[in-house]
């Protein structure tokens, strides 16, 4: 039987009570049809997960008892940090939801010169609290109890100057690139990866990556969506220095 988890930002002790917020409760009863008595997994984050019991199951409100508490760690020991360039409609989502199925550590969407796309004010922050539920959602299906790091919105020179003096393997996708990922001899800890627009980085662009210490690698001989190439190369990467494979 599938394993029924739920993210709630609440501190949990065992042998005590909760209320669950509404937009969750609405999900366990009326998507879920969950009930009284039914045993479920919380997790808020802290690298734990918790045995609770609901008590009571109304329409639009649920309780619960926390009985239970093990600490289980499904974290890579590859830290990755994917700085993704905005992509139209439900394509940023994607990219969202599939980096942290593959255990992206930190992401930060990034404003480009070629960005066709243009998030500000009240829209910006619909935007950013829509891709955090993608967030949690993701973790509750994969599994994992600590949920990656959604910065804020940056434009892309404020990103990588963030990077300047990190530590890390930094990588930029280049189709004009001699090495490929798989050819980089060097046992990675820390990998921060750089995915330009639709309509790719500007030269300008490529060349203040590399000069902040990124280096060009190319992903075989086909050109990769913008909503692909992050997951693609946080694939290998996983499966070259983490715990994919």
Not at 36 to 41: H, M, N, P, S, V
Not at 59 to 68: E, I, L, M, P, T
Not at 140 to 157: C, H, I, M, S, V
Not at 234 to 245: E, I, N, P, R, T
């Amino acid at each position: 039987m599938r394993q029924l988890r739920f993210y709630l930002s609440l501190s949990f002790d065992i042998n005590q009570e909760y209320d669950v917020p509404e937009s969750s409760a609405r999900r366990m009863v009326r998507v879920l049809r969950l009930k009284e008595g039914d045993e479920i997994t919380l997790f808020n984050g802290d690298n734990h997960e918790y045995a609770a019991l609901i008590i009571d199951a109304g329409k639009k409100s649920v309780r619960v008892r926390v009985f239970g508490k093990s600490e289980v760690n499904r974290e890579s020991p590859l830290y990755t940090h994917l700085i993704q360039s905005l992509s139209k409609g439900d394509k940023m989502e994607v990219t969202i939801q599939k980096a942290v199925e593959l255990g992206v550590s930190v992401m930060t969407p990034v404003s480009s010169e070629r960005t066709n796309v243009s998030l500000a004010g009240a829209r910006l922050e619909k935007k950013m609290l829509h891709w955090q539920g993608v967030v949690e959602s993701a973790c509750e299906q994969t599994g994992r109890n600590r949920l990656p790091e959604l910065r804020p919105l940056a434009g892309l020179k404020s990103a990588l100057d963030v990077c300047r003096g990190v530590l890390a393997l930094k990588l930029i996708l280049s189709p004009q690139a001699e090495s490929s990922l798989v050819e980089i001899k060097t046992s990675a800890q820390n990998v921060i990866i750089l995915i330009g627009p639709e309509g790719g980085l500007s030269e300008a662009e490529i060349a203040y990556a590399l000069d902040c210490g990124f280096v060009a690698v190319k992903a075989g001989p086909r050109v990769l969506r913008t909503e692909t190439a992050g997951p693609a190369i946080l694939s290998v990467a996983q499966m070259l220095w983490g715990d994919l494979g």
